[in-house]
C-alpha cells in the first residue's frame, strides 16, 4: 500500500501565516524594525560581495553572505518581535506565566498553583535549579502566597526553592529579565532528580481554575457561592 502522504503541505502556509501576523505586529508597534532588519541584512550580504569582488571569488563569497544576511535580519526581527511581545504583556495577569512557559530547555510550569481574590498570582517552575516560585501581583499580597506555597513544596520534597517577584520596584525581576533570571539560576540537581521531584509535587492539590492566557489587569476571583440559611 502507498504511503499516505505527510502533512508538511499543511502546515507550510499555517507558519507562513503566524509570520505575517507577527510581522504585521511588528509593523504596528514599530514602524522602523522590518525596514532596519532588511537594511542589516543588505549591508551584510553586501561586505561579502565586496570580499568576493576583491579576491575574485565572488561565487564562493555569494552564497554564505546570502544566509548569514539573511540570518542576521531575522535574529534582529526576533528580537523586535519579542520586545514589542514583552510590552504588550505588562500589566496583564498571567503574563508571568506566558513567558515562563516558553523558556527552552526541560522546564514544567504550573501557572497559577496559588492566587488570591486580589488577582495575586504564583506560579510554579520546576526544574535544574530546583523549584522556583513566581510571583506576579502586590508585593504585599505575594507574600503570604510565597510563603505558604514554600510550606507546601517543602512538605513534599527536600530541594532549594527560590522565590521571585515579577515588577519594576526594588527586588523585583522585570518581565522581559523573566527568563534570563530563572534560566541562570543554578544547576542543583540531575535529570532524574528533576523528574522525580516532578512525580513528587504532581500530589499536591491544583490551584484554582483560571484561564488560559494573560488577562487585563484589574480582574478580580468571584466570589464563592454563599451558603443558604435554613
Do not use: C
Amino acid at each position: 500500500m502507498a504511503k499516505k502522504p505527510t502533512d508538511t503541505s499543511e502546515d507550510r502556509p499555517g507558519r507562513i501565516k503566524q509570520l505575517r501576523m507577527v510581522a504585521r505586529v511588528v509593523h504596528q508597534n514599530n514602524p522602523k524594525a522590518l525596514p532596519l532588519a532588511a537594511l542589516v541584512g543588505v549591508a551584510v550580504l553586501a561586505v561579502f560581495v565586496v570580499v568576493g569582488v576583491l579576491t575574485g571569488d565572488l561565487w564562493l563569497w555569494l552564497p554564505p553572505g546570502i544566509m548569514i544576511g539573511f540570518l542576521a535580519g531575522f535574529v534582529l526581527f526576533s528580537r523586535s518581535a519579542q520586545s514589542i511581545q514583552y510590552k504588550m504583556l505588562e500589566g496583564q495577569t498571567g503574563a508571568a506565566a506566558a513567558i515562563l512557559e516558553n523558556m527552552r530547555g526541560n522546564w514544567q510550569v504550573a501557572p497559577a498553583v496559588a492566587v488570591n481574590r486580589n488577582m495575586d498570582i504564583v506560579h510554579r517552575v520546576v526544574g535544574r535549579p530546583g523549584v522556583v516560585l513566581v510571583g506576579e501581583g502586590s508585593p504585599h499580597g505575594l507574600a503570604p502566597l510565597l510563603a505558604a506555597e514554600k510550606k507546601r513544596v517543602a512538605r513534599v520534597a527536600e530541594v532549594l526553592i527560590y522565590d521571585l517577584q515579577v515588577g519594576n520596584g526594588e527586588g523585583q525581576v522585570p518581565l522581559n529579565k523573566l527568563q534570563n533570571k530563572v534560566m541562570k539560576l543554578p544547576r542543583n540537581l540531575k535529570k532524574p532528580a528533576v523528574a522525580e521531584l516532578t512525580y513528587r509535587l504532581k500530589a499536591l492539590p491544583s490551584g484554582p481554575q483560571m484561564p488560559k492566557g494573560p488577562m487585563p489587569k484589574g480582574m478580580r476571583m468571584p466570589k464563592g457561592p454563599k451558603p443558604r440559611m435554613r
